[in-house]
């Protein structure tokens, strides 16, 4: 889920700081009662709203399509349900040169159990390397979400109490991580607004309370909060040695805008987690757990940081990095063809491998987006190429109800789904690259199968016509069961396709 402004928010986001205004300065209030924001802050922060809110509006000028099921760089959602940490005895090092923490597969991505605060509050957020920041629901039951209904009864919502722990403090003007989170907007104004000098700024000496930030996702997603510094632990190389991160900075987050369910950023920027844990001249890796155990809470896989995330004896190919002049701070690959079988897909656009002068372009890989995102025309050819190699009736009702664009009526003996002769897809990417997907990673089924029929949906899906930011995105559907290197020093990604369930029982994450 990238931190950009991508798609229109119209007649929703009206509502949204209509809501908010009420709602924002008793969030505030609640959050940090020794600190309480007076009502300029609050100001500030609903400015903030308004601003960012027609920086949508003016990125979108040339959107066509807002009714589209996913146009944002963002977790998806769909009008079908996708199929729905451990406890860890303690010993405390100085030092931990790797980190393993186990993810676990929700309905639209991945969650990682942040463990924050003296004493420890554990709290589950998406893992995203679409974006830097990472936050939490703060504020016990003053926590607000708008537009997130169907979260309401969702157990894995959860929130952190700044007043119950004693290590938490509010981050200041002073922080290079406040300067970072004000970037959109001149970083100095909001600290002077605060009360800070000139001179302390340049200093970085300033020691006031940082102000209130709003930080904004790509489907239009909206969180409003302070930032935080505490303690968080992670776990080392063997689940009984932990690290504590004293001064981890954070967003404590009250108010939000569909977003019900914090988010760990891995993207490169300094709030990243990544970057705070000392690992971006390192790198990590993950194996993304299949959807077939999504909400299942005794099953997870490993994400892994360090010098053990990159070392590899294989001697496998890595495809490089692309750096966008655009976006610095995340992870882009070059996609040169798509094969459907042995036939290759009409010819892929330069703009997935490279950028223009303005940095838009290239294939964004975001563990954010739930699934593969890409351009027109290219991706209408490609579908013309799979409707030409599959011969299963079309389930057009299935097409409406969905969004997806290829839903196909399967053969179920027995009502039971099999392994349908569905063609392969191949990714190919830069330095010769290849990544077959395993089928469920393009066509999944839809619901259990029903006299001996079920349907299966083509799970890639259109990207915005819009030219602004990535040409493409490499969701993380189609990453299940892989296993993906980020090799930060070498500035290159790895793919290797895995039983991710059975890796995760050898780092020993599966509960008995």
């Not at 300033?206 to 632990?233: H, I, K, Q, W």
């Not at 490279?354 to 290239?362: H, I, Q």
């Not at 299935?398 to 063609?423: K, Q």
Request: net charge neutral; aromatic share 12%.
């Amino acid at each position: 889920m990238q931190h950009l402004s991508i798609r229109s928010l119209g007649s929703a986001i009206n509502t949204f700081f209509q809501q908010m205004q009420i709602h924002i300065r008793a969030q505030i209030d609640r959050l940090y009662c020794p600190m309480a924001a007076s009502y300029s802050t609050a100001t500030t922060i609903l400015f903030l709203l308004l601003v960012s809110f027609f920086s949508f509006n003016q990125t979108q000028a040339g959107i066509r399509n807002p009714s589209s099921v996913v146009l944002g760089l963002t977790r998806s959602s769909t009008t079908f349900t996708i199929p729905k940490p451990s406890k860890y005895s303690r010993k405390r090092v100085s030092q931990v040169s790797d980190v393993i923490e186990p993810l676990r597969a929700v309905r639209d991505g991945y969650l990682l159990s942040l463990n924050i605060g003296t004493p420890g509050q554990v709290i589950q957020v998406y893992m995203d390397t679409g974006s830097d920041l990472t936050w939490v629901p703060c504020g016990n039951l003053s926590f607000d979400c708008l537009d997130c209904d169907d979260y309401r009864n969702n157990k894995l919502i959860g929130s952190f109490s700044p007043s119950h722990s004693s290590s938490s403090f509010r981050d200041t003007c002073g922080s290079s991580f406040c300067i970072d989170i004000h970037s959109s907007d001149n970083s100095f104004d909001t600290c002077i607004e605060a009360g800070c000098s000139l001179s302390a700024l340049l200093k970085s000496t300033c020691s006031r309370p940082c102000p209130s930030f709003a930080y904004s996702y790509g489907e239009g997603g909206v969180v409003t909060g302070t930032l935080t510094r505490d303690n968080l632990m992670v776990h080392g190389s063997s689940p009984d040695i932990t690290k504590d991160l004293p001064r981890f900075s954070f967003g404590c987050v009250g108010s939000t805008y569909r977003e019900p369910i914090g988010i760990a950023g891995f993207g490169r920027g300094v709030l990243s987690l990544p970057s705070q844990l000392g690992f971006l001249q390192k790198g990590f890796s993950h194996c993304f757990l299949a959807f077939k155990y999504a909400n299942n809470p005794n099953i997870s896989s490993p994400l892994i940081m360090g010098d053990v995330a990159v070392s590899s004896n294989d001697n496998l190919q890595f495809t490089p990095m692309l750096k966008s002049p655009m976006f610095p701070n995340y992870y882009y690959i070059g996609l040169e063809a798509i094969a459907v079988g042995d036939v290759s897909s009409a010819q892929v656009p330069l703009y997935l491998r490279e950028f223009d002068s303005l940095g838009n372009g290239g294939m964004l890989i975001d563990s954010g987006t739930t699934y593969t995102h890409l351009p027109e025309p290219f991706y209408s050819q490609l579908l013309s190429v799979l409707q030409s190699a599959i011969t299963y009736p079309r389930a057009t009702d299935v097409e409406t109800r969905t969004g997806f664009d290829l839903c196909y009526r399967v053969p179920c003996p027995n009502n039971r789904f099999t392994n349908d002769p569905f063609p392969s897809i191949t990714f190919h990417f830069l330095n010769n690259v290849s990544l077959v997907l395993p089928q469920d990673n393009y066509f999944y089924a839809m619901s259990a199968p029903s006299n001996s029929t079920g349907v299966k949906c083509l799970l890639f899906q259109s990207m915005d016509d819009s030219n602004y930011g990535p040409a493409g995105v490499f969701g993380n559907f189609q990453q299940q069961n892989v296993k993906v290197v980020y090799d930060l020093e070498k500035e290159r990604i790895r793919f290797q396709p895995m039983d991710c369930a059975a890796a995760a029982a050898s780092q020993g994450l599966h509960k008995k």
